[in-house]
């Protein structure tokens, strides 16, 4: 019996480790998708001399243009909890601001929920 309750214990462990890195690969591939993100958008104003427009969005980087056969952006505008990305423009903390909601798809939030934001990649909070 003391060794089923070890057992248990050393499961809850172990489940709640893997969980948290779980967590920070997600919130850290949302940084890295929105500094990619960022760098299109830099290149597309030097390209356009202007930012798509909000109703544009992201998805305008996606377009396929003779100078880029594949869009300046590729694969989908999906955070890693599979929830769009939200941009606007112009930005409230940026010239543009990329947001994604975290794993709960609401504004802020702490933990697995928190947003990860443009304007912080370092992940210092909000």
């Known amino acids: 019996m003391v060794v089923v309750v070890i057992l248990g214990l050393l499961a809850t462990v172990v489940t ?5 890195y779980l967590v920070k690969g997600k919130q850290t591939t949302a940084r890295n998708e929105i500094a990619l993100m960022k760098n ?8 356009a001399n202007r930012y798509p427009s909000n109703d544009q969005g992201l998805a305008l980087l996606k377009e396929k243009t003779p ?5 300046i952006l590729q694969g ?3 955070d ?3 929830n769009q990305y939200l941009y606007v423009y ?16 609401q504004e802020g939030g702490e933990g697995a ?3 990860i ?3 912080d990649l370092a992940g210092e909070g909000v």
């Open 90 to 105: 112009p930005g409230l903390h940026g010239t543009y601001d990329i947001v994604s909601l975290g794993a709960d798809g």
């Open 16 to 20: 709640v480790s893997v969980t948290d």
């Open 67 to 71: 100078k880029h056969p594949n869009g």
């Open 40 to 47: 299109a958008l830099e290149l597309y104003y030097m390209e």
């Open 117 to 119: 934001v443009s304007w």
């Open 80 to 82: 890693p909890w599979s």
């Open 113 to 115: 929920d928190m947003d």
């Open 76 to 78: 989908d505008l999906m």
